[in-house]
């Protein structure tokens, strides 16, 4: 059973569409990372969410943690082609020294 | 300022071989975690490492081992080689701790069993 779950898998869009990809779990996590991966590369870190409620905005990437903080989501407005990649989020658990665990993520393809 | 190193990055192994895959953090980093990535499971939690102590382990058969050394670089092995083992190894550094801080990834080392 996979502690985080990511949707869609695959997104693919026109450029200058706008986008949301969700992040789920029963459980509660402490804080909530989102990185993305290019092809060859290892992921890098967008974005870090700690508190319920929060949203951080990075250029045209919008970031929430969900109240409870059992979830969140990324908003992608106007999608370019540099936005393609694969989307993963991160959490971890609320319960002391606990590994970070990633959902599969979201593939998304953004056409010019 | 340097970023995370693996070697090798490309690798083919047959089954019931052995493998060693080699991670030196960023300098100064004293955490150091792998993963395994497969696109089925995506990215599956394997060790974490801080000053040579594991302080974490994943779900992972004993076949999977690893070590960190004083000077923070860190190891893997995997043992008798399966098909299933054919993935993308990552390793990851952090400033501090790994369960409170941003996690620097290696380009990885890709694994082919045959």
């Known amino acids: 059973t996979q502690l985080l779950e990511q949707s869609p898998q695959f997104l693919s869009i026109q450029e200058g569409e706008n986008l949301t990809v969700y992040c789920n779990s029963s459980?509660?996590?402490?804080?909530l990372q989102w990185y993305r991966q290019e092809p060859g590369e290892g992921p890098v870190l967008l974005v870090t969410?700690?508190?319920?409620?929060e949203v951080k905005k990075l250029k045209r990437l919008t970031f929430q943690f969900g109240d409870a903080r059992k979830d969140s989501s990324l908003h992608i407005t106007a999608a370019q082609p540099g936005d393609t990649g694969l989307y993963l989020c991160?959490?971890?658990?609320?319960?002391?020294?606990?590994?970070?665990?990633f959902g599969k993520g979201t593939r998304l393809s953004v056409i010019a | 300022k340097a970023g995370v190193t693996q070697t090798p990055r490309y690798l083919i192994k047959t089954r019931g071989q052995q493998v060693t895959l080699s991670c030196s953090p960023i300098?100064?980093?004293?955490?150091v975690s792998w993963y395994q990535q497969t696109p089925g499971q995506g990215l599956q939690f394997l060790f974490e490492?801080?000053?040579?102590?594991?302080?974490n382990k994943g779900n992972f058969p004993g076949r999977f081992s690893g070590r960190q050394f004083s000077n923070s670089r860190s190891e893997m092995n995997v043992s008798t080689l399966e098909l299933g083992d054919s993935a993308l190894y990552l390793c990851?550094?952090?400033?501090?701790?790994?369960?409170?801080?941003?996690?620097?990834f290696g380009e990885g080392s890709r694994l082919t069993v045959l």
């Open positions: 990851a550094s952090s400033l501090v701790e790994a369960n409170t801080g941003e996690l620097f």
């Open positions: 300098s100064g980093h004293r955490s």
């Open positions: 490492y801080f000053s040579e102590t594991q302080r």
């Open positions: 969410v700690v508190t319920g409620g």
């Open positions: 459980s509660v996590f402490s804080s």
């Open positions: 991160a959490g971890r658990r609320n319960s002391g020294n606990t590994p970070l665990v």
